[in-house]
């Protein structure tokens, strides 16, 4: 199954090429590919902030690469590099509040830079965690697929029909995608029947980013509002709904894409499987509950406008961009160690301390 997987990636939305990172621009897409090369902690910061790059563990490796970046300019002007750098730090982590990749990713990068030995160079340390944080996402991906595909194949007559929300995909990750890559598996081994795709208002990651993702892989997609999701299950025989993550919590809570809790409801209601698929550098073991994760909240423009031109009333908006699944409402978390079923505090503890199964 590696192989197939590997022989199917096609899209990447970053690459670390000649000391620079390049970005795809998800905010052009489909439309446009139009990539961006950085050269600072700032700019990269500011990528993230605007999501010119999105979803957790990509916000996670572009801000790996962000640091090095930080540190290269820092040494190069001299001086306590070191102390310096610290700023770059708060800058990047400063970048969006949610999802939890962003600060694990720095905090690898601190301990590879405390664990320098004497006469090494801190550019090379730094960039080689920065391309193992990149690769390792990659590899979570491929091992998530194959646990995500038997889960599927599990549980009920095939092929079936899945509902996802927001994106997971290539442009999500360091790799061919969390939720979306255990679904192009599923499709690899012929165990779809068809993808509905949550638009994901306001940001459109659905019908901008999933739909052009899975079209482009053939994978048989429907386009659907976010509002239809009650309705899809009712009508259209929705065996799965498959999310990503953005922070899962010691007691299995998930942040996801505004939208997700709803569906989770709406899952339980209808009989419908509930999968979370996320790396375990996405798992928050120092929050006991979601109640404790920062939820972003975006401009109301976003819901205000289309196009920078105005459509709504002279009202107020209110746009919350993440919300939290309680973990009893979620059949199944899949981790590249391993997948956890009903989860809870002690089954995520046993999770965490389990060496990776691929
Ligand atoms: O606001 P975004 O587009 O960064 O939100 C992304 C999501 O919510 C994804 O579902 C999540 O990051 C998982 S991506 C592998």
Redesign the pocket.
Known sequence: MRERLLAAERLKSIEWQDGRLMLLD?RKLPAEEIWHSYDSAASVADAIRK?VV??????GISAAYGLLLAARARIAAGGDWQQALEEDFKLLADA?P??V?LFWALRQMRERLERLKLGEDPCTALEAQAVSIHESDREANLAMAQFGVELIRRHQGNPQNLLT?????AL??GGF????GVIRAAHLDGLVERVYVDE?RP?L?GSR?TAWELLGDGVPATLNVDSAAAHLMKSRGISWVI????RITANGDV????G?YQLAVLAMHHGVRFMV???SS?IDMALESGDEIPI?ERAGSELLEVNGQRFAADVEAFNP??DVTPADLIDVIVTEKGVVERPNAAKMTELMNRKRLH
């Open positions: 998800q999501m999105r979803g957790a563990p990509a916000i969006r949610t999802g990749n929300h927001c994106n997971t995909g999500a990750t995608g969390t939720a979306l994901t940001w990651q980013l999310v990503g993550a953005d942040a996801n894409k505004i997700t698929v996320a790396p996405t972003e961009v993440f």
